[in-house]
């Protein structure tokens, strides 16, 4: 009987205790905001071999420092140019196109072609939730046939797809 008593008075208390800490953790998980990246638009301007840190799409790290932000890149890989020069005989006009890199924040990092001109070509495209887009280019008219190659300098707009402002309902 004493037995008995001396459980209850030791496990009923730590069982409280148990269950109170599990509550307290339940609740403070439950009372953290899920993270909804804002809406943004912002334009860079790359030369070949230049990249440029995409900062609003910056996601945490898990990491031992608290705050840790990475964010993915993008970089202006190439600029193949085989526009017929002025003052060149051709067969054919050519085009203009970019060849971009993305690198995300675990590293991984993925290929894309902008182009105006090219056959086939987009103006835009979207890769993990970011859209890119061509914004300029300078210089923009064809070089002269003796002309050395330009060093292009190119405006790509990255906008965030996955953000979409929220309707309130009427």
């Given at each position: 009987?004493?037995r ?6 030791i496990?009923l208390?730590?069982?409280?205790f148990?269950?109170?800490a599990l509550?307290?953790?339940g609740s403070a ?6 993270v909804?990246p804002?809406?943004?638009a912002?334009t860079?301007?790359l030369?070949?071999?230049a990249s ?9 790290v898990?990491?031992?420092?608290p705050?840790?932000l990475v964010?993915?890149?993008?970089r202006l890989?190439r600029?193949?140019?085989s526009?017929c020069r002025?003052?060149a005989?051709c067969?054919w006009a ?10 995300r ?9 902008l182009?105006d001109?090219?056959p086939n070509?987009?103006t ?7 859209t890119?887009?061509?914004?300029g280019?300078e210089?923009?008219g064809?070089?002269s046939?003796n002309d050395?190659v330009?060093d292009?300098r190119?405006g790509?707009?990255v906008s ?7 309707r309130?309902?009427?």
């Amino acid at each position: 009987m004493k037995r008995s008593i001396l459980r209850q008075l030791i496990v009923l208390p730590l069982l409280t205790f148990v269950m109170a800490a599990l509550y307290a953790c339940g609740s403070a998980a439950g009372n953290r905001a899920a993270v909804v990246p804002q809406p943004f638009a912002t334009t860079y301007v790359l030369t070949r071999g230049a990249s440029a840190l995409i900062t609003p799409a910056a996601q945490p790290v898990a990491s031992d420092k608290p705050g840790t932000l990475v964010a993915p890149v993008v970089r202006l890989d190439r600029v193949n140019d085989s526009r017929c020069r002025q003052g060149a005989v051709c067969v054919w006009a050519g085009y203009i196109s970019y060849s971009f890199s993305l690198t995300r924040p675990d590293g991984v990092t993925s290929s894309f072609v902008l182009s105006d001109s090219m056959p086939n070509g987009a103006t835009s495209v979207t890769q993990d939730g970011l859209t890119f887009t061509l914004a300029g280019v300078e210089p923009q008219g064809v070089p002269s046939r003796n002309d050395i190659v330009p060093d292009y300098r190119v405006g790509i707009r990255v906008s965030n797809t996955a953000a979409t402002p929220q309707r309130k309902p009427a």
